[in-house]
């Protein structure tokens, strides 16, 4: 899967902990992101389908050019 550079801002602790459990795991920063946001992506489709559900339909609709407001049920 191809990989797209990001900047991501974070709190000093989360970042902290995170090069902790990195270097406990012998991964890079980078990978050790990436596997948490999958993890808790894999979770939330599981306990939650909707809303992968309709992440995915707001996708389709940007892609279409089209935005819907944020509260929408």
């Known amino acids: 899967m191809p990989k797209k550079p990001i900047t991501l801002t974070l709190s000093d ?9 990195a270097e406990h795991q012998k991964r890079s920063l980078s990978s050790q992101i ?6 808790w ?26 935005v819907e407001p944020i509260w929408k049920g």
């Open 41 to 66: 992506l894999h979770l939330k489709e599981e306990l939650h389908p909707q809303f992968m559900a309709d992440i995915k339909e707001a996708l389709r609709g940007v892609k279409r050019g089209q």
């Open 34 to 39: 990436d596997l948490a946001l999958r993890d």
């Open 13 to 21: 602790e989360v970042l902290e902990q995170l090069e902790m459990v």
